[in-house]
């Protein structure tokens, strides 16, 4: 069992940043990928990023070239730098234990973090 706390979400303009953070109760060193999901209101989960114990990352369409995914072994931490932000990023954040690079499968979640993007 893994249990998995997310943190650094809240209110930002649009084209600002917000970093989220993963804290994760076991050594992340030996789990194979770590990723992002996030939930719009009304709307279902997608994947958002993800990234493997060798550091290869995979990302959705909508955030590539504004969100970076990072993790540290050391600390068991995941990481998502959210840059230049809009409207449409707002969402529930989830850090996720997955399966592989990309999005074929969550084996753990996290309870959540609100990032919420004004206009």
């Known amino acids: 069992q893994v249990q998995l706390v997310e943190s650094g979400g809240g209110l930002v303009q649009a084209g600002g940043s917000l970093r989220l953070s993963c804290a994760a109760s076991?050594?992340?060193?030996?789990?194979?990928?770590m990723g992002w999901y996030r939930q719009a209101p009304g709307k279902q989960r997608d994947g958002v990023a993800t990234i493997t114990s060798l550091g290869d990352t995979h990302y959705a369409d909508s955030v590539k070239g504004r969100f970076t995914i990072s993790r540290d072994n050391a600390k068991n931490m995941v990481y998502l730098q959210m840059n230049s932000l809009k409207p449409e990023d707002t969402a529930v954040y989830y850090c996720?234990?997955?399966?592989?690079?990309?999005?074929?499968?969550?084996?753990?979640w996290g309870k959540g973090t609100l990032v919420t993007v004004s206009s």
């Open positions: 076991i050594s992340i060193f030996s789990i194979n990928a």
């Open positions: 996720a234990v997955v399966r592989t690079r990309g999005f074929y499968g969550v084996d753990y």
